[in-house]
């Protein structure tokens, strides 16, 4: 009963760094989420992929990149970290028509 | 205006208290309706879910959807502690090819004092 597992949980990086958030889900779901919440914004929508093979742009793409490598894995990527980023990061993954379920987060602070 | 407005308190009850949590929403084509509860460092957990307008009850938890005033309400009865919480609310509308996308509130903070 795994569900969304993220990795790292926790990250600080130095500005200019780049780093990779992993996501992986075994639930089959198809479509996978990344989302950040930052104190007063709520939570707003990077990137997603409705299904293996797709990738498309949410909210705030600015700064990120992402993979769905296969069905269960879809990274998120900071190429140049900025302070700007400094957020909490969470993976969703939905089956169509369901709901979100979402992995525990990470904690990424840029210096 | 957003899509979605919730008051994001915070909002501080005794325990027992009766638990009122309301969102609005101005797109007219949300068909599906979600409660999360978010407890502090943790990812959001799906609390409630409802695809039509009424009232859909969990235990001590009710869910309740106006789709002609644009309108969806948690409430808690016999609130406990442990209940405190930020709770969101979310809704997507209908698309073809799992495209559709789920709109979050900002989130109420709730405190249950014993």
């Known amino acids: 009963n795994a569900g969304v597992t993220q990795t790292p949980k926790f990250q600080v990086l130095k500005t200019g760094q780049s780093m990779t958030l992993q996501c992986a889900q075994d639930?089959?779901?198809?479509?996978m989420y990344w989302y950040r919440q930052d104190p007063g914004m709520g939570l707003r929508l990077i990137y997603y992929s409705a299904s293996e093979g797709t990738t498309d742009k949410g909210e705030v793409p600015n700064g990120y990149n992402v993979s769905r490598l296969n069905k269960r894995e879809f990274s998120l990527r900071l190429e140049s970290a900025a302070p700007s980023q400094t957020s909490v990061y969470f993976c969703?993954?939905?089956?169509?028509?369901?709901?979100?379920?979402f992995g525990s987060g990470t904690r990424l602070t840029v210096v | 205006q957003k899509e979605v407005e919730q008051d994001p308190g915070p909002l501080s009850v005794p325990e027992g208290a009766i638990v009122s949590l309301n969102c609005t929403y101005s797109?007219?084509?949300?068909?599906?309706f979600m409660w999360y509860r978010q407890y502090s460092r943790k990812g959001p957990e799906l609390l409630m879910y409802t695809y039509s307008s009424g009232n859909k009850e969990d235990g001590r938890f009710t869910a309740q959807v106006d789709k002609s005033s644009k309108y969806i309400s948690l409430f808690i009865r016999d609130s406990q502690p442990s209940d405190s919480a930020t709770y969101l609310c979310a809704m997507s509308d209908i698309k073809q090819g799992g495209s559709e996308k789920l709109v979050f509130g900002k989130g109420t903070k709730l405190t249950v004092n014993p």
């Open positions: 797109n007219s084509a949300f068909q599906y």
């Open positions: 639930m089959n779901h198809n479509s």
């Open positions: 969703a993954s939905r089956r169509t028509g369901g709901s979100y379920t």
